[in-house]
């Protein structure tokens, strides 16, 4: 598969428009000679069309320089990412294009849902030395779908070799000459008109479920660098899953609750395949920063520490290619996008789960036992999660909350990480020939957790000043 970034803009013309001189634009000099090309694409989608809402497009061309199949990502305010693959016969989509848009369109068959015939003329803008800045294709589109037909003209350019400069030069030409910014994001997009128009929502949407739909949200949009192995993809997803969890248990008068508790089972399933991948990726780092002179140790750790990433990265992805994967993110959809029930007490709910790790905390610090703080610290990120569902709207109270409360887990987990690395530590060396090593290590981490319950005092204090949690009530 080939991938490539698009960075266009669109206009929309009159009938007959004349493209006007670009020279000057952003360093153009003039224009190439100009191609035409007859181009015949069929586009693919769902029957709800789950690909163009999550502004997505899948097509199979024929015609002009790149015939083949196009799934076409978003990259950024004026670009796609395009993944091409070369032309098949039939209206059958090519697996690896499939499993691309798999955790969109889940259990849902792609069919044609348009037929777009476009009759183009690409003219190449070139500076002095003839490097080609940008492509100009003036469009006349001829659209059928199930609801019928339609005919416009359009107007797209597309960088080549020059900068956002070029586009903004162009742009302040075009539209003197009568072109208008373009009113939908895409030629699917209009062709399918009123079928894309976005669901009516109340207007006032609860903030537990706003908070609840950012998580969602996270997490599908982390899926794809997740399957890539990027580090920070998982580590992004797993706080995803956490998040909505703890928001469904903390809420729980927000959501319908057989459905809530089953999603939540469902979102540490998700979470624990995450963090079998995560929580050695991370102590790794940790250990390995340690063992400057004993090279045999940093071997031990790192053949310990890679085969269990290994093992929990091959869970993972038969976790995300799963159907019990694409049965959870339905039930997401299903439960943070119905109606809310109302909830008058949330605020007060998270006020309680604040008071509760404040006590759990409090408990521990007196206990002294590692397992104490290591919950007090769970309950701190709990308390935080919720905190962050009304923190937007205490203003610069709510914002210090969280990043007191933020500060104060740190701490905890920093002491939970030197909790967790001397039980590995242990047990590597158990099958070392030479211990010592692993002990002076051990050492050191056990010095850590001394330092940070030592250094728990004054961001405790920093995370209950009253001026912070006035706002609670």
Request: aromatic content about 4%.
């Amino acid at each position: 598969m080939e991938l490539a970034t698009e960075t266009e803009r669109k206009y929309d013309v009159p009938a007959g428009f004349a493209l006007p001189a670009l020279t000057g634009a952003g360093g153009a000099q003039e224009f190439g000679p100009a191609e035409t090309h007859e181009l015949d694409a069929t586009y693919f989608d769902t029957e709800d069309l789950r690909l163009a809402r999550h502004k997505r497009t899948l097509r199979r061309r024929t015609g002009g320089g790149d015939a083949g199949w196009h799934l076409k990502t978003p990259a950024g305010a004026s670009s796609r990412t395009e993944h091409r693959l070369p032309l098949t016969d039939g209206d059958v989509v090519p697996g690896e294009l499939a499993a691309e848009v798999r955790t969109v369109v889940r259990t849902r068959p792609l069919r044609p849902v348009a037929r777009l015939r476009t009759h183009r003329v690409e003219t190449p803008l070139r500076d002095a030395q003839g490097r080609t800045l940008a492509l100009v294709a003036q469009d006349r589109v001829a659209a059928e779908t199930d609801d019928g037909a339609q005919q416009w003209e359009e107007l797209e350019v597309e960088l080549v070799d020059g900068g956002p400069e070029v586009l903004d030069a162009v742009e302040g030409l075009l539209l003197a000459a009568g072109a208008t910014p373009a009113t939908g994001p895409s030629k699917l997009a209009r062709a399918l008109g009123d079928r894309l128009a976005a669901p009516r929502r109340r207007r006032k949407i609860n903030p537990v479920l706003r908070y609840a739909r950012e998580q969602r949200e996270a997490i599908e949009q982390q899926d794809t660098g997740v399957r890539a192995g990027d580090p920070e993809a998982v580590h992004k997803m797993r706080v995803a899953t956490r998040r909505l969890r703890s928001t469904l248990k903390t809420f729980k008068a927000s959501f319908a609750p057989p459905r809530a508790a089953a999603l939540s089972d469902e979102l540490k399933w998700l979470a624990t395949r995450l963090g079998d991948v995560r929580d050695g990726q991370v102590l790794e780092h940790k250990l390995l920063a340690d063992t400057a002179g004993f090279p045999e140790v940093a071997r031990g750790i790192c053949a310990h520490l890679d085969a269990q990433v290994e093992r929990g990265r091959e869970a993972l992805t038969e976790a995300l290619d799963s159907d019990r994967y694409l049965a959870m993110l339905d039930a997401m959809d299903e439960l943070v996008d119905d109606p809310e029930p109302d909830d008058a007490g949330a605020l007060r709910r998270a006020r309680r789960a604040l008071g509760k790790a404040d006590r759990l905390l409090d408990e521990a610090l007196a206990g002294g036992e590692d397992a104490e703080l290591h919950e007090a610290r769970k309950a701190y990120k709990r308390a935080r999660y919720a905190v962050e569902v009304f923190a937007p709207s205490a203003g610069k109270p709510g914002r210090q909350l969280v990043k007191s409360l933020t500060a104060l887990q740190d701490v905890l987990g920093a002491h939970q990480d030197s909790v967790i690395a001397r039980e590995v530590l242990r047990e590597v060396a158990a099958g070392a020939p030479d211990a010592f090593g692993y002990g002076v290590l051990w050492a050191r981490q056990e010095r850590v957790g001394e330092e940070t319950r030592a250094g728990l005092p004054p961001v405790v204090t920093a995370s209950r000043r009253a001026r912070l949690r006035r706002w609670l009530g």
